[in-house]
RNA sequence: GCGGGUAUGGUAUAGUGGUUAUUACACUCGGUUGUGGCCCGGGAGAGCUGGGUUCAAUUCCCAGUACUCGCCCCA
């Protein structure tokens, strides 16, 4: 027996209307809030991602889902959305269009990562740019676009959490400081595997290492905000007053740095209050230096993930109503094999005129139709075939919720049939 | 990459070193001489793979595999 692939999973029809119910909320609010979609290929060359994301990262180093195609190429199925949507901006040179440009996405996204609850090697992410403006406004416009959303859905035991890791000049002189702060400390000579690497590759990291003996270095480390220029400061400023005319209380917190290289400025997290592993329902913020390092014009821009199946299991745990559309059914069972014609006939003759039906499958008893009737919400069921009384033309329609039952003839059903186009 | 847990009909579960391997739901047949839900009765259907211990293993041990959970990291 073959099954699903790990950390993959089969999207039943019993789970659907929690992704009909996502999708309709997030595509609605796309288009009010002026994002339009867009859609990208699956796979891209692999230095897309290793410029876009940075080829330190965990995501790139460890998690990528690459192989060599037949013209061997270096192929990698997509492990995040923004790079892609950065490519085709730059490809289709919606630079020279009107600013900003504003796009949503819904797509799988690849990691291979070990899977575990709310962490899946295949999953889902909805996201949105906005790419052509570095206007602050636009950063608390994406937070406040997660923020509402996710409260639409339903959900409101969420936190904000934010910060601003400066632009490309903060960075450097930041991290130029930390790494001389580090190296001098004691932590040089007890510091983790993990961060060893970090040091040289990728040293913001340092400030979220989970360690116990490296979260003690923290707290005396160099802070981020006396490295930040004016600009980048006021830039702060101006997206936390959006956030507060928005009513969305957030929390400052000044480790929170990303693991993808692109971020400048404004970064924020929001997470689920719920105590466990994987609570990280949306990640982003601003990335004004990927469109020039993906060979573009220096193009500023911001954005989000949301992942799509922690959503809906935030949504499931939390009990919220789901209003589902429930279409009255019909199903047409015959009795005799005279009959059997009939039967695809009228089911024909039901779609035609935009009735849900289907016909019973062969083989059942007449006893066994009824129960999968019952099963599957049908709401009446049409027995044709033979009468005991021996009255040929006529048809037995059952309306299963009251159990009542009566005799018409063919020539009624036909009109009952018809009657539903009308309307 | 590292660590923990689990593996029994389709699904969910119970139990056992030896007899016919439990129960529920689903399926199927019947009670109702072709009519669902509730009830009652019948039927079919199961111990991951490989090795070890043993007279005997589904049960104990080891390995593999799968699933699952946690760490790292992320959505």
Redesign the pocket.
Known sequence: MF?SI?GTKDILPKDQKFWDYFKNEAFKQSSIYGFERIDTPTFEMTDLFLRGIGIG???VTKETYSFIDRGENNITLRP?GTASVCRAYIQNAMYTESQPKKFYYFTSIF?Y????????RE?H?FGIETLGSNDPFLDGEIIQFAWNLLSKLGLNKLNLNLNTIGDQNDRANYIKSLKSYYTKSDWDNTKCK?CENRIDTNTL?IL???NKNCQNYINEAPNMIDYASDSTINHFEKVKNYLDLSKIKYTINKSLV???DYYTNTVF?ITSKEN????????GGRYNGLIEQLGGPSTPGTGF???V??VINEIIESDININEKINSKILFTS??ENSYDKKIKYNLIARNNNINSEISTEG?????T???A??NDFSIVI?L??E?QGNNNTV?I?Y????K?ENISENELLTMLNKNNDE
């Open positions: 099954s790990r990262t965990d995501i995040e990691r990562e070990r899977p575990q609850s709310g962490r899946l999953h992410q993990d990291r979220d290492c989970k990303r693991g993808l997290e466990k592993s994987q609570n990280a329902l949306v990640g993930g949301m992942g199946e922690r009795i005799d059942k008893s007449l006893k066994a009824m129960r999968y019952n099963n027995i075939g033979h005991p037995s059952k299963l919720e009251s159990g039952q």
